[in-house]
């Protein structure tokens, strides 16, 4: 069983920075990709940002320039680096990782709050 464990939110004034940690049981070089969602009150889930295996990135309109997705393969662990935050930016954040066999496969963590104030 895969688990994913998310860490680093909290309550940060506009402006502000943080960095969220996804902490996974197993190599991340196993998945196809993991990426970063969040999902706001009364609204949608939202994918943020996206890295492959290879290292290739995708990022939200929203968040771009303001947020960096990054991993490192010998901690098995995935950063979301969030600089410039706005209230917007107010929402669960969680981790998911896709593992593809002769199937595919989704993970998530259970997420992390990132709250951030006017």
């Known amino acids: 069983q895969v688990q994913l464990v998310e860490s680093g939110g909290g309550l940060v004034q506009a402006g502000g920075s943080l960095r969220l940690s996804c902490a996974v049981s197993r190599s991340i070089l196993s998945f196809l990709a993991m990426a970063w969602y969040r999902q706001a009150p009364g609204k949608q889930r939202e994918e943020v940002a996206g890295?492959?295996?290879?290292?290739?990135?995708n990022y939200a309109d929203s968040v771009k320039g303001r947020f960096t997705i990054s991993k490192d393969d010998a901690k098995n662990t995935v950063y979301l680096e969030m600089n410039n935050l706005k209230p917007e930016d107010t929402a669960v954040y969680s981790c998911?990782?896709?593992?593809?066999?002769?199937?595919?496969?989704?993970?998530w963590g259970r997420g992390t709050q990132v709250t951030v104030s006017s």
């Open positions: 998911q990782a896709v593992l593809f066999t002769t199937q595919r496969f989704t993970y």
């Open positions: 890295i492959t295996s290879g290292g290739s990135t």
